[in-house]
């Protein structure tokens, strides 16, 4: 069964940092394109970043650009979300997603275009 697991999350001040891990199992995403989304209590998810297949082409949401960096290790079939300059609207549950093509180019920010979902870590940024 494939799933995907997010750890890294937790506590931090403002102007902290944090990286998040995701780990897949079951099966490779080594061929796919990933993505991290978040949501806040009473809003609805939202594209944080997004990393095609071969770690060569990346996308970030504006509200994170020059603080988050998406990184993926096709080896260990993990990707990573290092987070710095962290802001109390960072504040969210934070989940990475896989989407099903194979070696597609194109970086999706909708959460229709992944497949495959974990269950979130958590992120809260004091003030």
């Known amino acids: 069964q494939e799933q995907l697991a997010e750890s890294g999350g937790g506590l931090v001040q403002a102007g902290g940092s944090l990286r998040l891990s995701c780990a897949a199992s079951g099966r490779t995403f080594s061929n796919s394109g990933m993505g991290w989304f978040r949501q806040a209590p009473g809003k609805e998810r939202e594209f944080v970043a997004a990393i095609n297949w071969s770690g060569g082409n990346t996308d970030y949401a504006d509200s994170v650009k020059g603080r988050f960096t998406i990184s993926r290790d096709n080896a260990k079939n993990t990707v990573r979300l290092q987070m710095d300059s962290l802001k109390p609207e960072d504040t969210a549950v934070y989940y990475c997603?896989?989407?099903?093509?194979?070696?597609?180019?194109?970086?999706?920010?909708?959460?229709?275009?992944?497949?495959?979902w974990g269950q979130g870590t958590q992120v809260t940024v004091s003030s």
């Open positions: 997603a896989a989407d099903s093509v194979f070696r597609r180019t194109y970086l999706y920010r909708t959460p229709d275009r992944y497949t495959y």
